[in-house]
């Protein structure tokens, strides 16, 4: 298949119903208008931007990779690409650069079409470390540079990371900064000294943690709240969660659609992983429905407010 004629791309009159819809839902919620700011690219799956704090477009829905290593991982990232995907999200930590690299160069897809996400490992923290650790990651994923590049976890010099993430982004070697796992007085503490703005901050965010508190905050300064585990991996029930698959009963749609699509709703960044052909397809079918009022309310109240994956705090 033509990696840039995939055959589930949206066709465009549906595109611009969706995004239609996804800007005036957003424009509601006080988001930057996404309307203004969609992929006009039609060999995308139609995949809405959003408009991060410098000016650069970011898809609103991208590609985990998490756990995924080897040719499991280059063959998804491959697969996902040709499905529509844009967005693509790796970490040193995950030993995954170089076949997430190679899926990006077997998808044949021009390189600019995509928008590409690193992170530094604590390991990394730094100033010296921060600028190895950067080139070491480059190099892995055989780019000449990064659209995105987070600080991984809060940890170490942080200080010094970012000043080297600083200059990075000021010679053009990456395209935008952010964080990860940052709370809201890591956050407060990067924001005093921070001569660039993070982009986004990527969190663990779910049905089960909604970090109503964490993502206001982060509203305010206007910075996206990114979701990691958007599907909290499936732990404790999440895809046969009663409340989602009721409301994807109404809908015609599976569970996972509509968490995704109350992702989008709140107008959150996410990255759901699969290496299921089946599944990378199907989590990019959430522009073509709505939640009401009703849904978003019922899902508000799932939230436990508190971690799924404690084993990481
Ligand atoms: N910054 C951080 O500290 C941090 C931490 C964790 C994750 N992340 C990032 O966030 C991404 C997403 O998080 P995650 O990978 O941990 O978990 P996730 O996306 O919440 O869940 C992945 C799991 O959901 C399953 N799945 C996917 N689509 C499905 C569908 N349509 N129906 C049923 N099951 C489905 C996958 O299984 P199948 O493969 O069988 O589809 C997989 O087991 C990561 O891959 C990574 O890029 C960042």
């Known amino acids: 298949m033509n990696s840039e004629n995939p055959k589930n791309e949206i066709s465009r009159r549906r595109f611009l119903q969706n995004t239609t819809a996804a800007g005036i839902y957003l424009s509601m919620f006080g988001m930057p208008d996404l309307l203004a700011n969609t992929v006009t690219d039609k060999n995308t799956a139609g995949i809405p931007d959003v408009k991060l704090n410098n000016g650069v477009k970011m898809p609103i829905l991208g590609f985990g990779t998490y756990g995924l290593s080897g040719e499991v991982c280059q063959q998804s990232v491959a697969d996902a690409i040709t499905a529509g995907y844009r967005l693509i999200d790796t970490a040193k930590v995950y030993g995954n650069e170089e076949a997430v690299g190679r899926g990006i160069k077997q998808s044949g897809i021009d390189r600019k079409k995509l928008f590409v996400t690193s992170k530094l490992w604590v390991d990394d923290a730094g100033y010296e470390n921060a600028k190895k650790g950067f080139e070491e990651t ?12 987070l600080i991984h976890r809060p940890r170490g ?10 200059e990075l982004y000021k010679a053009g070697k990456i395209k935008a900064i952010g964080i990860s796992n940052f709370d809201q007085a890591q956050l407060t503490d990067l924001l005093s000294y921070a001569e660039v703005k993070p982009v986004v901050n990527q969190i663990e965010t ?3 943690f909604q970090q109503t508190n964490d993502y206001n905050l982060l509203k305010k300064h206007n ?28 809908y015609n ?9 109350w992702h989008f709703q709140r107008g959150i960044i996410a990255i759901p992983r699969s290496s299921q052909k089946a599944h990378i397809a199907e989590n990019l079918i959430i522009f073509d429905f709505k939640l009401d009022d009703a849904d978003m309310k019922a899902i508000a109240k799932l939230d436990l407010n508190t971690t799924q994956f404690p084993e990481w705090s």
């Open 157 to 166: 010099d942080v200080k010094g990371s970012w000043k080297a993430m600083e």
């Open 206 to 208: 779910h049905a089960y």
């Open 138 to 149: 480059l190099r892995k994923l055989q780019l000449d540079y990064l659209d995105l590049y």
């Open 253 to 261: 749609k599976t569970t996972a659609q509509v968490a995704l699509r």
């Open 223 to 250: 910075i996206y709240t990114e979701a990691w585990a958007p599907f909290a991996e499936g732990r404790n029930g999440l895809f046969t969660n009663e409340v989602l698959t009721q409301i994807a009963k109404k």
